[in-house]
């Protein structure tokens, strides 16, 4: 099944303790991004990268690390975590090209205390 | 600048009346709309969109979205409402700058509550 894989689906952890939020697409798509969402702000883009190596900063890359090693994968480092970083995030890929839409996992709700 | 509106934060709705929920877009050249629909403890599915050709575009769940390019708008509609499209629904328009096509921009959604 075509699909975007994030793990965890919940996690709780503690300000500074580094982590890892990991995705994964078995769809081959070039485009893969990171999104957060926060209730009254909608979808807020963090990174996104166009191919492998290739990444660039989105809205609100602060306090966020990413990294392209591979086609499929697209890691989320938060390196000390702080509590305003609590939110549900999202990961996404498509194929390049205007035309294409996004295939969205099914999130990540964070929560930093 | 490059955006999309969502002017309504909620939409209520009776089962079985016609539904729509509202879209505005800025973007520089010819605009690339996407419908997507967040239902509770879930991603984003991905509805419909506009590339080019019919003003009217169908989608899944019997979701039709209209472009109208004269008004900037790419609302969502839906000829009778179900309890079950009640979910969170997002509007985007792909980025049109240099080096941002990959890019797609949300409008901050609007929930939908669709009572019996």
């Known amino acids: 099944e075509a699909q975007v894989t994030q793990n965890p689906r919940y996690l709780i952890t503690v300000t500074g303790k580094k982590l890892t939020v990991t995705c994964s697409q078995n769809?081959?798509?070039?485009?893969m991004s990171w999104y957060r969402q926060d209730p009254g702000l909608g979808l807020r883009q963090i990174y996104y990268s166009m191919n492998v190596e290739v990444t660039d900063k989105g809205d609100v890359p602060e306090g966020y690390k990413v990294s392209r090693k591979e086609k499929r994968n697209f890691p989320l480092i938060l390196e000390s975590p702080s509590p305003n970083q609590t939110s549900l995030y999202f990961c996404?890929?498509?194929?390049?090209?205007?035309?294409?839409?996004?295939?969205f996992g099914s999130g990540t709700r964070l929560t930093v205390v | 600048a490059q955006s999309v509106a969502q002017p309504e934060d909620q939409v209520n709705v009776a089962e079985g009346n016609p539904l729509t929920v509202k879209c505005t877009y800025s973007v520089s050249g010819n605009p690339y709309l996407f419908w997507y629909v967040q239902y509770p403890n879930r991603g984003l599915q991905f509805l419909l969109k506009?590339?080019?050709?019919?003003?009217l575009v169908k989608g899944s769940y019997g979701f039709e979205a209209e472009f109208n390019k004269s008004q900037t708008s790419f609302h969502l509609k839906k000829p009778s409402a179900l309890v079950s499209d009640s979910a969170l629904y997002f509007c985007?328009?792909?980025?049109?700058?240099?080096?941002?096509?990959?890019?797609?921009?949300f409008g901050k959604g609007t929930k939908l509550s669709v009572k019996p």
């Open positions: 506009y590339i080019t050709g019919d003003n």
């Open positions: 985007a328009v792909r980025d049109q700058r240099t080096g941002s096509q990959g890019n797609l921009i």
């Open positions: 769809m081959n798509h070039e485009y």
């Open positions: 996404a890929s498509s194929l390049r090209g205007r035309g294409y839409g996004y295939t």
